[in-house]
């Protein structure tokens, strides 16, 4: 739910109460665009987590997971043309953001590329490489929203001006200074422990019946 919010917005008042909004569906046809997201979102995360098990396991197990992943994948891009259809009607000013910004651009290359590197890797049995495109596939389609709808954090859908920016939610300016230097730090930790992670776990997973034989 919380991707579709940051494309649809939502109704933001002068008194905005978080609890009151949630549900809240101003027409028939954002209900649709809600419920079509949705199912695009899970269809997206379950294909991720397909491709995981791919990865990490092997035997029956991973024949299945592998057979479930190319199945959900196909879901999912179904799904998603029908929500950039429905996007257009939504939030039409999107496109054009997603069109002018080089940073959008580079980030729905990142998603086409994991497409293709992906379907390459699946015919080709190499499922590191497969998972990596769909972690590549789901950071792309992320980053494009991001910075297509940059500085709007959250769009209000009864008054625009009402919308939360980034100049808005800044924080205060010594909690910023003090973000700008420990990000790159910890991000720098944050990649060091994944490639540690994939570096330990090179093995793959396997059911005690098929390790015994």
Not at 40 to 69: K, M, N, P, Q, W
Not at 74 to 103: C, D, K, N, Q, Y
Not at 150 to 167: G, I, K, N, W, Y
Request: with cysteine; net charge neutral.
């Amino acid at each position: 739910m919380e991707g579709f919010t940051y494309r649809q917005g939502a109704p933001i008042e002068l008194q905005f109460d978080l609890c009151r909004w949630q549900g809240r569906v101003e027409d028939e046809s954002k209900a649709e665009t809600i419920v079509s997201h949705e199912r695009c979102e899970i269809a997206e995360r379950l294909s991720h987590g397909a491709a995981f098990l791919v990865y990490r396991t092997g035997g029956a197990l991973r024949d299945r997971a592998r057979h479930l992943e190319r199945r959900l994948w196909m879901v999912a891009g179904a799904l998603f043309v029908v929500v950039t259809i429905e996007t257009a009607f939504v939030r039409p000013e999107l496109f054009p953001s997603l069109v002018a910004r080089p940073l959008a651009w580079a980030f729905t290359a990142l998603a086409i590329g994991g497409v293709i590197t992906g379907a390459r890797a699946h015919a080709r049995n190499q499922d590191a490489l497969g998972f990596v495109s769909s972690s590549a596939v789901l950071a792309g389609l992320l980053g494009a929203t991001a910075a297509a709808l940059f500085p709007t954090l959250l769009h209000s859908t009864l008054d625009p001006s009402r919308s939360v920016t980034a100049e808005q939610a800044l924080g205060a300016p010594y909690g910023v200074s003090v973000a700008i230097i420990w990000w790159p730090i910890a991000f720098a930790l944050a990649l060091t422990y994944l490639a540690f992670a994939f570096r330990a776990n090179q093995e793959k997973v396997r059911s005690e019946p098929e390790r015994d034989a």
